[in-house]
């Protein structure tokens, strides 16, 4: 199992540019999510998914958008980038059970925006 | 507005010290608390509690979660150069919702 996976690793944007990171899992999990971490701000939620086709909005969700179109991935878009946007983003999901909240983080993305 | 308030932000100690990680928060709709480390890439799972008084223990580490006083700490016996990193603490709500604190960075010095 590759567990949660995310591409690129990195990238470099302009000002305006737009792009989108996608990560996938292979575990079967319901819940998915995107979290930006910037120095000394620990992990922020922008988005996240509690099942195929659902998304909801997390702390810092402006500026970007979701899908969840098949229950394996989501994707995180940047229509128009700026540098604020300059962050490393985790993706992550879960299996939801009471028992557990046990999340999986992939390996991050580190993008730059010029 | 919810938060999650990890002390203290960093943290440097000697090899064999015992260290204390503090986590308070103020969240509504309260379902769990996590702890994770974090070391140069992604977060890594610890913990999960959910009821007060419950201390979970894996080797060296050891957590336990306050529901009355809000509060959470994580205890590091015996520390190691490999315990260096970040731990982050998050608290899940019932509407699915996680929100972390800022981490405490500790470092130990061999």
């Known amino acids: 199992n590759a567990g949660v996976t995310q591409t690129p690793k990195f990238r470099v944007l302009k000002t305006g540019q737009s792009m989108t990171l996608l990560c996938a899992q292979d575990?079967?999990?319901?819940?998915m999510y995107w979290y930006r971490q910037d120095p000394g701000m620990g992990l922020r939620l922008i988005h996240y998914?509690?099942?195929?086709?659902?998304?909801a909005k997390g702390e810092v969700p402006d500026g970007y958008n979701v899908s969840r179109l098949k229950k394996q991935n989501f994707l995180l878009g940047l229509e128009s980038a700026a540098p604020s946007q300059t962050s490393v983003y985790f993706c992550?999901?879960?299996?939801?059970?009471?028992?557990?909240?046990?999340?999986?983080f992939g390996p991050g993305t580190r993008l730059t925006v010029l | 507005e919810d938060k999650v308030v990890q002390s203290p932000l960093s943290l440097v100690v000697h090899e064999g010290d015992t260290v204390t990680l503090n986590c308070s928060y103020e969240?509504?709709?309260?379902?769990?608390l996590l702890w994770y480390k974090q070391e140069k890439k992604a977060p890594t799972f610890l913990f999960m509690l959910?009821?007060?008084?419950i201390e979970k223990k894996s080797g060296r580490l050891s957590s336990i979660l306050d529901k009355k006083e809000l509060f959470s700490i994580l205890n590091i016996t015996a520390t190691q150069t490999g315990d260096s990193a970040i731990y982050l603490c998050?608290?899940?709500?019932?509407?699915?919702?996680?929100?972390f604190g800022k981490g405490t960075r500790l470092h130990i010095l061999p």
């Open positions: 969240v509504t709709n309260f379902r769990s």
């Open positions: 992550a999901s879960s299996y939801w059970a009471r028992s557990t909240d046990t999340q999986y």
């Open positions: 998050a608290v899940a709500r019932r509407d699915d919702k996680i929100i």
């Open positions: 959910t009821s007060s008084g």
């Open positions: 575990m079967n999990h319901e819940y």
């Open positions: 998914s509690v099942g195929e086709g659902t998304t």
